[in-house]
């Protein structure tokens, strides 16, 4: 079984931009999660995604947002980018709807500059 | 939401010797458990999990232990290895309780094996 593939593995951005990431889960895999990772905050949750339905939301600003697929696969956007932004994205999927074994992508490092 | 915190930050063992991370949670009403591993440069995995109807769950070397009543869970690594280095992340559901939630995850713990 193939895992949890996320595209690009880099990016290299400039504040002000827009950038949008893409997930692909595990297959038979319906939910899919974003975190976003980084040396100070550690891995924080920013949404998650269930047959096409955000079921949950983390603390982060609107410029952050996702959607997903008919196919499961997902895309997460970020509109405006700050220096602040500059994180590695995870995304993960699931069997089930909510947290429970979470299997990770190897995430996309974002740098903006 | 959930405060799930994480000690030590940073864990030093001799090869062979054993590891306890420990992590506090918030709400009562917690009752899923997960503990993740992340080795350099490479994603988290899930490495066991525990709910809160369990009070011990063990795989091989590792074991996980939940005190509901003090509101705090440990992993335990025993006769640990070099493979074993990696930071380790705990979390706890938020809502907790919930049908559908997010993980609160602890800030990590960089456990390092000297052989």
């Known amino acids: 079984k193939a895992g949890v593939t996320q595209t690009p593995r880099y990016l290299i951005k400039t504040r002000g931009q827009q950038v949008t990431l893409s997930c692909s889960p595990i297959?038979?895999?319906?939910?899919v999660s974003w975190y976003q990772q980084t040396p100070g905050q550690g891995l924080q949750f920013l949404f998650e995604y269930f047959s096409e339905t955000q079921r949950n939301k983390g603390n982060f600003p609107g410029r952050f947002s996702g959607r997903q697929f008919s196919n499961s696969r997902s895309e997460m956007n970020v509109s405006t980018l700050e220096l602040g932004d500059s994180a590695l994205y995870l995304c993960?999927?699931?069997?089930?709807?909510?947290?429970?074994?979470?299997?990770f992508g190897s995430g996309t490092q974002l740098s903006v500059l | 939401g959930e405060n799930v915190e994480q000690h030590p930050s940073t864990l030093s063992v001799q090869e062979g010797d054993s590891a306890v991370i420990k992590c506090t949670y918030s709400d009562s009403a917690s009752n899923y458990f997960p503990w993740y591993k992340q080795e350099l440069g490479k994603r988290p995995q899930l490495i066991i999990d525990?709910?809160?109807?369990?009070g011990e769950k063990k795989d091989q070397r590792i074991a996980v232990t939940l005190n509901k009543t003090a509101k705090h869970f440990s992993l335990h690594i025993t006769e640990t290895q070099p493979e074993d280095s990696a930071v380790y992340f705990c979390a706890a559901p938020y809502p907790p309780g919930a049908g559908s939630y997010q993980l609160t995850f602890g800030k990590g713990t960089k456990l390092s094996v000297i052989p």
């Open positions: 297959s038979g895999h319906r939910s």
């Open positions: 525990i709910r809160s109807n369990v």
């Open positions: 993960a999927s699931s069997e089930n709807a909510g947290g429970e074994k979470l299997f």
